[in-house]
Nanobody, 116 residues
Framework: QVQLVESGGGLVQPGGSLRLSCAAS????????MGWYRQAPGKERELVAT???????KYADSVKGRFTISRENAQNTVHLQMNSLKPEDTAVYYC??????????WGKGTLVTVSS
């Protein structure tokens, strides 16, 4: 089994910044893709950003230029630096990892609230 521990959520004013982190532990051979998804109240879960083991990155159009995803392969950790936050970024953010020979895993989520 694989466990994911997320951190870094909270309340921030519009225009502010937050940094989310997610550390994976457990039976990990290797991790193919790490990423972040979010779900706002009343909406479906959506992709925010993903990064592969080879460094290929994908962003949702709504966060391009404001969010930056990065990973530390040796620590099985992924980060999401969020700048210029907007009220519409308010959501529960979920970490997701695809583990080789194991499967796909989700974190429990961390709440990000952007409000004045």
């Amino acid at each position: 089994q694989v466990q994911l521990v997320e951190s870094g959520g909270g309340l921030v004013q519009p225009g502010g910044s937050l940094r989310l982190s997610c550390a994976a532990s457990g039976s990990i051979f290797s991790i193919k893709t790490m990423g972040w998804y979010r779900q706002a109240p009343g909406k479906e879960r959506e992709l925010v950003a993903t990064i592969t083991s080879g460094g290929n990155i994908k962003y949702a159009d709504s966060v391009k230029g404001r969010f930056t995803i990065s990973r530390e392969n040796a620590q099985n950790t992924v980060h999401l630096q969020m700048n210029s936050l907007k009220p519409e970024d308010t959501a529960v953010y979920y970490c997701n990892v695809e583990v080789t020979r194991s499967g796909n895993y989700w974190g429990k989520g961390t709440l990000v609230t952007v409000s004045s």
